[in-house]
Nanobody, 114 residues
Framework: QVQLVESGGGLVQPGGSLRVSCVASTNNFSRYTMGWYRQAPGKERELVATISSGGRTNYADSVKGRFTISRDNAKNTVYLQMNSLKPEDTAVYYC????????WGQGTQVTVSS
C-alpha cells in the first residue's frame, strides 16, 4: 500500500504561480509513474501531467508551456510547478502513483481568483 500526501495548494491570483508537492510512502518510488490529475466542480477528473520512472513527461494540451512536472527520487516526491495560472485551472489536484497498481492522494485545492 502506498500513501500519497499532497501539499502546496492555495489561493493565487490569475497570472500567478504555485507549486504543489506529493510525497509517497514507498521504497520503490523510482519505479512508479507519477502523475497529477485535477477535478473541477461538476467536471470529471482529468489528466494534468505525468512523469515516468525514466523521466519522460506528458502534459495535457491545456497546461503545456505553463506547468512543469518533476520528481526527486531521493525525496520520494513529485512536484507540479504551475505558472501563468488561469481561473479555469481552479480544481482539486490529485497525485497518482502507478506501478502495476494505482494509488491516489487525498487532493489539494488550487483556486485561481482575483
Amino acid at each position: 500500500q502506498v500513501q500519497l500526501v499532497e501539499s502546496g495548494g492555495g489561493l493565487v491570483q490569475p497570472g500567478g504561480s504555485l507549486r504543489v508537492s506529493c510525497v509517497a510512502s514507498t521504497n520503490n518510488f523510482s519505479r512508479y509513474t507519477m502523475g497529477w490529475y485535477r477535478q473541477a466542480p461538476g467536471k470529471e477528473r482529468e489528466l494534468v501531467a505525468t512523469i515516468s520512472s525514466g523521466g519522460r513527461t506528458n502534459y495535457a494540451d491545456s497546461v503545456k508551456g505553463r506547468f512543469t512536472i518533476s520528481r526527486d527520487n531521493a525525496k520520494n516526491t513529485v512536484y507540479l510547478q504551475m505558472n501563468s495560472l488561469k481561473p479555469e485551472d481552479t480544481a482539486v489536484y490529485y497525485c497518482n502513483a502507478n506501478f502495476y497498481r494505482s494509488y491516489w492522494g487525498q487532493g489539494t485545492q488550487v483556486t485561481v481568483s482575483s
